[in-house]
């Protein structure tokens, strides 16, 4: 082997950041081997991307392909508008003016911000992949894209407190199925001291514990958050729509995930390394029997509903009373994202195709889990699931805490907005959810379904002047 190569081999061994926290990338093997057999010589086959969906210039989705542009590194599916007015070709892609594939960039920014320098980023990513970008040339991604990654700003003082291989702990737990746990230890550091979040140490303790405390058989044994089908009164809880710079993070970094089944890992990696607030994933949580009766004896949560729990499969959605003393005494579950902002624990959960979904009561139970595992109180955690067009966000400790008033009529809640209008959120009975599009528009008790399609408000009113929505009397 010549000096070169020993050089790089040593490099990429001693500065490679802890394992499985960069995105993978199409045709390598868990192992870093030479995994598919139909990558084709000079690595084209490094470079994938999704199939497009629309049109970029006039959002029309009848298009159709128009071969193939090939450089160095990747080939590129093109395709052609088929609207008479547009008529532009186009790829999947927004990223424009790159020898490199967008998942080889990814990667490289990922390495860079996880401690590495250029000159090591670089040496991972030919060993990696068989390229040979320049330290120049991956310090201009890093300029480029530092709007959108901002761990760039914490990054010079992460890299004082741990070398690359410490910077992220990776734990795999086989609870039922394999879960990836990743705690980013500086990141969580530098966000506590900020003073608005000094009241969230105990997140620190607990995340810092998870690897040697978790008690494991918990998640043999306990039935999964995701299937609890019981639903908690939402007749006084508020949904807020609104975009987030979660949703430019996630459509950045799908562009390089063609397999939909490597979305999930696909947007944790890529959060964790850079965005300046995600400081876990996968975090594991579990609530017990007696945690549920402490929270509705002592501080008077509304938790359950008449008979019990109940969970996916139950017949004609009846709680079966052996299923119940099976899994009630315990529920388990895995937190996509958690992040620390704004004095706030928030719990996000990565769900495709969100204005579809409406997944409250697992994010409450997460939300609840964490709040007895930390000893924080609920009303410091925020609930939100998103994918790349949707961002949806509600208080958990609305869903479970019901303010009694002593006056006849109740109180009215009224929502304020940036821009200084504000409208009255009525009071709307199950099974339908307030939700606040988002803009000032007129809100009504329409079903939830009807009102999370809305995408803006009257005369083109835009997605970002109710960005920040506070609630007043809620």
């Known amino acids: 082997m010549s000096l070169w190569g020993k050089l790089l081999r040593s490099v990429a061994e001693i500065a490679r950041p802890a394992a499985d926290v960069a995105v993978p990338v199409e045709g390598e093997s868990p192992t870093g081997t030479e995994g598919n057999a139909e990558q084709t010589a000079g690595n084209t086959g490094i470079g994938t991307s999704r199939a497009a969906e629309s049109c970029p210039y006039c959002e029309s989705k009848n298009f159709v392909k128009r071969g193939t542009r090939k450089n160095v590194h990747q080939i590129v599916q093109l395709y052609l508008c088929k609207n008479p007015d547009c008529g532009k070709t186009f790829t999947?892609?927004?990223?424009?003016?790159?020898?490199?594939?967008?998942?080889v960039v990814i990667e490289g920014m990922s390495y860079y911000n996880l401690g590495c320098t250029f000159e090591e980023s670089c040496a991972i990513l030919h060993k990696k992949f068989g390229v040979n970008p320049e330290p120049a040339t991956l310090s201009a991604w890093v300029e480029e894209y530092k709007m959108l990654c901002r761990f760039e700003r914490l990054r010079p003082y992460a890299t004082?407190?741990?070398k690359p291989k410490d910077m992220v702990e990776v734990v795999s737990m086989a609870h039922r199925q394999l879960y990836r746990f990743r705690?980013?230890?500086?990141?969580?550091?530098?966000?506590?001291?900020?003073?608005g979040n000094r009241n969230l140490k105990r997140l620190k303790e607990y995340l810092d514990a998870v690897s040697s405390e978790t008690p494991h058989q918990y998640f043999q044994e306990g039935g999964r958050m995701s299937d609890v089908r019981s639903k908690f009164d939402t007749a006084d809880m508020i949904v807020k729509s609104k975009t987030n710079y979660a949703n430019r993070l996630a459509a950045f970094v799908l562009q390089a995930t063609p397999d939909n089944k490597a979305r999930h890992?696909?947007?944790?990696?890529?959060?964790?390394?850079?965005?300046?607030?995600?400081?876990?994933?996968?975090?594991?949580?579990?609530?017990r029997r007696e945690?549920?009766?402490?929270?509705?004896?002592?501080?008077?949560?509304?938790?359950?509903?008449?008979?019990?729990l109940r969970f996916k499969g139950d017949k004609d959605n009846r709680p079966n009373a052996k299923t119940i003393s099976a899994r009630g005494?315990?529920?388990?579950?895995?937190?996509?994202?958690?992040?620390?902002?704004?004095?706030?624990?928030?719990?996000?959960?990565y769900k495709p195709g969100a204005s579809k979904e409406r997944p409250i009561e697992q994010l409450t139970w997460y939300a609840l889990a964490l709040s007895r595992l930390t000893g924080l109180r609920l009303f410091e955690f925020t609930c939100a699931w998103f994918d790349e067009k949707d961002y949806y966000q509600f208080y958990p400790?609305?869903?479970?805490?019901?303010?009694?008033?002593?006056?006849?009529?109740p109180r009215k809640r009224i929502v304020h907005f940036k821009d200084g209008t504000k409208a009255e959120v009525p009071r709307v009975p199950l099974p339908r959810l307030t939700?606040?599009?988002?803009?000032?528009?007129?809100?009504?008790?329409?079903?939830?379904?009807?009102?999370?399609?809305?995408?803006?408000?009257?005369?083109?009113?835009?997605?970002q002047q109710a960005a920040n929505v506070r609630h007043g009397d809620v």
């Open 160 to 162: 004082k407190m741990y």
């Open 265 to 287: 890992e696909a947007v944790q990696r890529f959060f964790l390394a850079n965005d300046s607030v995600t400081v876990a994933t996968e975090v594991p949580v579990y609530i």
């Open 291 to 308: 945690d549920i009766e402490h929270m509705e004896r002592v501080l008077k949560f509304k938790v359950l509903e008449e008979g019990g």
């Open 183 to 195: 705690y980013h230890r500086a990141k969580t550091r530098l966000m506590l001291e900020e003073f």
């Open 329 to 349: 005494r315990l529920l388990t579950g895995h937190i996509d994202l958690v992040q620390i902002r704004n004095g706030q624990v928030y719990i996000l959960d």
């Open 92 to 103: 999947a892609q927004d990223v424009k003016g790159k020898h490199f594939p967008l998942n």
């Open 397 to 409: 400790l609305h869903v479970v805490k019901k303010l009694q008033s002593k006056s006849k009529k």
């Open 435 to 463: 939700i606040v599009p988002r803009g000032p528009v007129e809100i009504t008790g329409r079903p939830a379904a009807d009102i999370a399609g809305d995408t803006a408000g009257p005369n083109g009113t835009s997605l």
